[in-house]
């Protein structure tokens, strides 16, 4: 059965600190990873990954994708008190999975 | 530009009762849609998946059905809802031109479900 794990489950930082969040996956037929970012509603989407070591920048997010570890990490720099949502990670093998998600929480 | 509606935002049903959530996506033609629900601490489940009118896979066996009655409009049902059934409906969709599951995908505003 398909996989994605995501972790920390959960973490807290304050205001300017850097956030690093991990996703590692085991599918059958690998296409892409996703990143979300999820507020109160519905997840909005961030990053699609194809190729390995090639990292995604969007302002202070990053993401890159490792298909020899099958992982992902995706990095916050100078949080801010906005960046506080659930972030998703999702594969798609023909399908789309989604691991349980990382709650971060910015302190001011 | 596309936009995805949900209705209702929130709902408040008794166990027993029926269900009705819909979905509906405009400023595109031909979506593949999908229904997820999502738990409280819990990812994305994957519930229903459509690729056109009258087309639809089911992905767990449960309760709930869903309906594809137009192009652009995707309906979840309940005849009878059980407490387990509570939790955070999400609509979404995309691009279905090569009709497989795939690529990314735009979520709606979602329905929160409390089953009293």
């Known amino acids: 059965e398909d996989k994605v794990v995501q972790s920390p489950l959960s973490l807290v930082v304050h205001e300017g600190d850097t956030v690093t969040l991990n996703c590692s996956y085991e599918?059958?037929?690998?296409?892409?990873l996703l990143w979300y970012k999820q507020e109160k509603k519905a997840p909005t989407f961030l990053f699609m990954l194809?190729?390995?070591?090639i990292e995604k920048k969007s302002g202070r997010l990053s993401s890159i994708l490792d298909k020899k570890e099958l992982s992902s990490i995706l990095n916050i720099t100078a949080t801010q008190t906005g960046d506080s949502a659930i972030y998703l990670c999702?594969?798609?093998?023909?399908?789309?999975?989604f691991g349980a998600g990382t709650t971060v929480t910015v302190r001011a | 530009s596309q936009t995805i509606h949900q209705w209702p935002a929130t709902l408040v049903q008794p166990v027993g009762s029926p269900l009705s959530l819909e979905c509906t996506v405009e400023?595109?033609?031909?979506?593949?849609l999908y229904w997820y629900r999502q738990a409280a601490g819990r990812g994305l489940q994957l519930l229903f998946y459509?690729?056109?009118?009258?087309?639809i896979s089911s992905e767990v066996p449960q309760n709930l059905s869903a309906s594809r009655p137009q192009d652009r409009q995707f309906i979840l049902s309940s005849k009878k809802l059980l407490l387990s059934d509570s939790g955070f409906y999400l609509c979404?969709?995309?691009?279905?031109?090569?009709?497989?599951?795939?690529?990314?995908?735009?979520f709606g505003p979602g329905t929160r479900l409390t089953v009293l």
């Open positions: 979404a969709w995309n691009p279905g031109l090569t009709k497989t599951r795939t690529d990314t995908q735009y």
């Open positions: 599918v059958t037929n690998f296409r892409s």
């Open positions: 194809t190729s390995s070591g």
């Open positions: 999702a594969v798609d093998d023909y399908k789309l999975s």
């Open positions: 400023g595109t033609s031909n979506p593949n």
């Open positions: 459509s690729v056109g009118i009258g087309q």
